[in-house]
Nanobody, 121 residues
Framework: QVQLVESGGGLVQAGGSLRLSCAAS????????MAWYRQAPGKQRELVAT???????NYADSVKGRFTLSRDNAKNTLYLQMNSLKPEDTAVYYC???????????????WGKGTLVTVSS
């Protein structure tokens, strides 16, 4: 069984910062692609940022320059440092990862249950 568990969400004032974490646990051979998505009330889930195993990152235009994605491959953990937060960043943030559980398998896509970030104006 593989689990992704997010943490670090909470209530913050506009202009503040939060750091989200996503830890993968269980029977894991390798974690390749990892990402953060978010879903605001009444809106569709959207991609926030992605990172390859090698550390190459991509960001949604709405968070470029404010959010920084990083990962610790030894700990199978993903981080999202969020600075200069805006009320429109309010959403449930979900961790997503492609995880290989056995050496010769293709792996599967996994989701965490999400962590709520609320930014007050």
């Amino acid at each position: 069984q593989v689990q992704l568990v997010e943490s670090g969400g909470g209530l913050v004032q506009a202009g503040g910062s939060l750091r989200l974490s996503c830890a993968a646990s269980g029977t894991i051979f390798s974690v390749s692609f990892m990402a953060w998505y978010r879903q605001a009330p009444g809106k569709q889930r959207e991609l926030v940022a992605t990172v390859t195993r090698g550390g190459s990152t991509n960001y949604a235009d709405s968070v470029k320059g404010r959010f920084t994605l990083s990962r610790d491959n030894a700990k199978n953990t993903l981080y999202l440092q969020m600075n200069s937060l805006k009320p429109e960043d309010t959403a449930v943030y979900y961790c997503n990862a492609h995880i290989i559980t056995e050496r010769w398998s293709d792996g599967s896509n996994y989701w965490g249950k999400g962590t709520l970030v609320t930014v007050s104006s």
